[in-house]
């Protein structure tokens, strides 16, 4: 373990070196290439030896990237893979059919400016109601204790968890990243549970105790 100074929030940490690196790397937008088990930053003179070091790389494993599959190395997709999800919420039942876009899914309708969809680029998550407003946003990769806002203000957005295991009618998913949404001016306020490959598969109360919508099925 080694001890920094973590400038982003002005503190004192211990961290191991890999997760130093990993912070800097984020804050500071290095670049970077991938090699067969890690990361490799590079830093250029001065940044963190003199320079007679010359530019230096140094590794990142893949266990600190909680962003990526650590199995297959690829960027986790959290937009649903086209087919037809069918939810349930209390005894209401109803079906959505999700074809490709760029980018992510979109719910098949006549009326394309009326469809839900869901986005993913490589910083960020969004759910589009079928209102025409996000619904739902959050930066990736997913870090835990995040916050800000979204919907020119009106809705704020923090990041409960990005680890969680998560069981619904359709299964149990794993690597769930638990988002809380809120209304401050209509004193609403909701978790909403966001699973690789299928997008929301759960909303219930800010406790967690009480669910409204969950995923029932999925079919190709």
């Known amino acids: 373990m080694v001890t ?17 690196v990993l912070s800097s790397f984020l804050y500071s937008h290095h670049d970077f290439y991938w090699s ?15 320079f007679a ?6 590794p990142v494993p893949k266990k ?3 962003y990526y599959d650590s199995k297959t190395s690829e960027v ?4 649903p893979k086209p087919g037809k999800y069918t939810y349930i919420n209390g005894t209401y039942k109803h079906s959505t059919i999700y074809k490709s876009i760029k980018n992510g899914v979109q719910e098949k309708k006549e009326i394309e400016s009326l469809a839900e969809s869901y986005t993913q680029t490589s910083n960020t998550f969004t759910f589009h109601s079928s209102l ?65 490959n299928r997008g929301i598969i759960l909303v219930s109360d800010e406790k967690g105790k009480n669910k409204g919508m969950e995923l029932f099925k999925y079919q190709k």
């Open 4 to 20: 920094f100074i973590d400038d982003k929030h002005n503190k004192t940490n211990k961290r191991t070196t890999a997760e130093n």
């Open 36 to 50: 067969t088990n890690s990361i490799q930053v590079v830093y250029n003179p001065y940044e963190i030896a003199g």
């Open 53 to 58: 070091h010359g530019i230096m790389t140094i």
């Open 64 to 66: 600190y990237l909680k």
């Open 76 to 79: 986790i997709k959290y937009v």
């Open 132 to 196: 025409g407003h996000n619904n739902i946003t959050f930066p990736l990769p997913a870090t835990k204790g995040e916050e800000g806002k979204f919907d020119q203000g009106l809705r704020n957005y923090k990041v409960i968890d990005t680890g969680k295991t998560v069981k619904v009618a359709a299964g149990t998913f794993k690597n769930v990243v638990v988002v809380k949404i809120s209304e401050p001016m209509n004193n609403y306020s909701a978790l909403f549970y966001v699973a690789p």
